[in-house]
């Protein structure tokens, strides 16, 4: 018997997503610095190992190590000649540790430019990137996509088109990164719920939510119920992501560390549960033992 496909899976209760890659990389020996995303061609098994971390911890789906593997921000590495091969390699290391029962989600992050007139990026330069590195994850084997922590709204939006242009029937997940902003949320780029919630899913997502951001546990669960109630508003359809960072940053000797405990980070993912989001991940500073929580928490033996 074949696992459901991913789009009625998500419609069926609690679905976890992974924690954190780049700590994780560093964890088992990779210096600070290096392109996180090359090493699915040049150290797969370190990958894997992560990967495989997690779906112990019991995740449903783990995201490929592709974060920023897109043309522009593979160019800071003097890799942006890579992207099919550092993309396909990164989703069939996924692939490889979640086996034919879980599932894998083609990760994709912002370009790290401004669009014009803001900046220089024109609009059809970052939907052919998007497109190539979709259509690169997508011959690994991506079960469907996560484009996150954008906080553009022209750029998650051309983000999400090329996706589903190269995708086919592939789910679509789509989050941004919001910080406070007096009694509510917005994106760096000045980006509020309500404006991010109807856009993306006037895009045809399956799911919209939101990752990262500088905002404490107590504000991720306040930032839950602001965006459930705007996705009901307009869909019964949607569901609803959240990949709260394990709390704010706080500086020590100018490293950013997270320093929430496992068990506080479940008690909030428990919260934002129960406000109606499904769909539960960990971003900067959550690790396989914060996974292990939630899952313990929410009542899933791992
Ligand atoms: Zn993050």
Do not use: W
Request: glycine content about 12%; charged content about 20%; hydrophobic content about 45%.
């Amino acid at each position: 018997m074949g696992k459901v496909s991913l789009g009625q899976r998500i419609k069926e209760g609690l679905f976890l997503l992974d924690g954190a890659m780049g700590t994780e990389l560093i964890a088992r020996g990779i210096e600070a610095g290096t392109c996180n995303d090359y090493l699915n061609v040049e150290s797969p098994d370190t990958v894997l190992d992560v990967h495989t971390a997690y779906l112990e911890a019991g995740s449903d789906a783990v995201l490929t190590n592709t974060f920023g593997a897109n043309r522009f921000a593979l160019a800071r590495h003097g890799l942006s000649g890579k992207i099919e091969e550092i993309n396909t390699a990164g989703a069939q290391v996924a692939r490889r540790a979640a086996g034919a029962d879980r599932y894998v989600l083609g990760d994709i992050g912002p370009s790290g430019h401004f669009l014009q007139p803001l900046g220089e990026l024109a609009p059809e330069e970052l939907r052919e990137a998007f497109a190539a590195q979709a259509k690169a994850l997508l011959a690994g084997g991506v079960d469907g996509f996560i484009i996150e922590t954008m906080t553009a709204l022209d750029e998650a939006t051309i983000a999400i088109e090329a996706t589903k242009s190269v995708g086919g029937d592939l789910p679509v997940f789509a989050s941004m990164a919001f910080d406070r902003a007096g009694d509510g949320f917005r994106t760096m780029m000045g980006v509020d719920v309500e404006s991010a919630v109807s856009k993306i899913v006037s895009l045809g997502v399956d799911a919209v939510g939101f990752n990262c951001g500088t905002v404490s546990l107590d504000e991720y669960v306040e930032l839950a119920k602001e965006f459930v109630s705007a996705v009901r508003a307009l869909s019964d359809d949607v569901a609803v992501c959240a990949e709260p960072n394990a709390g704010k940053p706080e500086l020590v000797e100018g490293q950013a560390v997270y320093k929430v405990s496992p068990e506080d980070f479940a008690e909030a993912a428990q919260k934002i549960y129960s406000a109606g989001i499904n769909i539960i991940g960990g971003c900067c500073g959550s690790s396989p033992a914060h996974i292990e929580a939630v899952a313990t928490r929410l009542q899933r033996p791992s």
